[in-house]
């Protein structure tokens, strides 16, 4: 049977790590989770490391389903989460749960959004009609011209009390999950120690109730500009197997992310 999202909860609850990767497709899903991988996430990082656009906002909801069904076709344990692509969530609450409803068909156990109290009542309106909902603060890549670039979030007194009163706020609205992404690891310890709800950090320290990175970074074979928090595990790795069981196991000892991963 599927991994639940009431089951990712008691492993945040027992202080044991969730290992998450971002996946596209059947084969991958397959070596995924039989190496160890808890979650397998559907990201718009596909935008970029699978149709080598330059951001996350061309990645259309057709896509996004599309990759949903390859994995799950190709999975049977872990637990999928997908994201909704830019401008499939931000007009009305209506209007992303019809979209929302698309993955759900598609394969997803429950839907990532990025963004803050913008998005409280959209998320209210998803868990109160049976869509599990997984919030990501901090750098939020389809913001990224709003951003200014991708860049570390939360730095300073101002901005890390808007992060974690946007994490409270999310979960209050029924939120089950919150990744955070690059953001100082002192913030996301704080923010992961306010909320009951398991974090999932990129970028965002150790303290976090799990981790995730993008497959391809992890393996080393993205072309385009690497960030400080990734890891490259097929350094000295035998296989790709044997990378994705030495990050998974690096992330339920804590081993992974270092301070050299950190900000
Ligand atoms: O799209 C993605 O891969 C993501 C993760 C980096 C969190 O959103
Ligand atoms: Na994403």
Redesign the pocket.
Known sequence: MRTTLTALQAMRNKGEKIAMLTCYDSSFAALLEANGADVLLV???LGMVLQGRET?LPVTLNDMAYHTACVASGSGQAFIIT?MPFGTFQVSPRETFVHAAQLMEAGAQMV?I?GGSAMVETIRFLTERGIPVCG?LGLT??SVHQLGGYRVQGKGDEAAQRLLRDALALQEAGAGMLVLEAVPAALAAEVTAALTIPSIGIGAGGACSGQVLVLHDMLGIYPGKKARFVKNYMQGAASIADAISRYVAEVKSGEFPSQEHSF
């Open positions: 990201g718009d990082s996350t994201d990532k990025e990501h890549p389809q």
